[in-house]
């Protein structure tokens, strides 16, 4: 696999985790459950005793003992599993997933302008400036944040990975993004659409037209011939419903991977070179503004 197979310690040093509260959230009750499964076991027969003076009979008791240990038990056990799954989804899976959204394109040594939408700590980005940087293109590959205060983080990663003449980063609204229409030969974004509308609730109406809006706008920057590829998580079926009702061309979807405990697929697509609706030819509304 190549690169896909890179050493997860290399991969954490550089760019580290980019939400560390959620695994040491779930790791320190996993601790906790833990050390209180075994102080269940240790002190079993006292625990019986206690219980007996509020439930009917020891076998109750005994019952109500054993079962509270066990519960508690698993509860550890499927801690420890999700703190260890989005620990591995955020360094050695996120890596293996850029090496294949880089892999859904075929021929990057044409490729002059890409974007990494949702850069964050420049996984993806970084994928696509080595793979640039591999083919011997002379094209750029630009990453785009909400927030500012990221650049200088991910300009750094870039560093380490020794493509940082490939590398520009800027913050932009992915629902707006600063770029012209029919800009970017690629557009690649990795686990970062699905929080985008985040503030209305992961299932309301209103997330899902913001997620809409990214998706068209990733659309309209895409230059005719131009491939999408889209990392992203349970919301992938959406995307390709809505990639589908404008017309692009040669949409993929890879299986299912599981990815911070929830179903996660890539999905790829190229822009027509043209677009016909009925006898005329009529330029799609790429914005999407109707959707608000
Ligand atoms: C999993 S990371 C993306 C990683 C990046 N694509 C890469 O390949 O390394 C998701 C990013 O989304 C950003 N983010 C979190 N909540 C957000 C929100 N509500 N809207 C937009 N971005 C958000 C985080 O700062 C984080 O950098």
Redo the contacts with the bound molecule.
Sequence with gaps: MGKAARDWAQIYSI?GL??WHTPIFLLIHAIFFSVLSVLFLLYFEPTCYFLQHFLPGPSAARFAAGFTGSVTALSAVCLFFAAGNIFYS?VSL?WE??QRMVNAVTDWSTVKHAL??????????N?VALQLKKSGSSGRVVGL???PI?SLT?LRTAGHEGVQEYVTCRAGD?RTLPFSDNYFDVVA????VH?????FGQKTAAAAAERMRVLGEVVRVLKPGGVGVVWDLVHVPEYVKRLHELKMEDIRVSERVTA?MVSSHVVSFSKPSQHFVGSNEVRLDWRLNNLC
């Design positions: 760019y980019d939400d955020s996120h997933m850029a990494d939408l949702g850069c964050g700590r420049g996984i993806l980005l994928a944040h909400p927030t990221r991910t992915p974004s990795a686990a970062f929080k985008v509308g985040k503030e911070f």
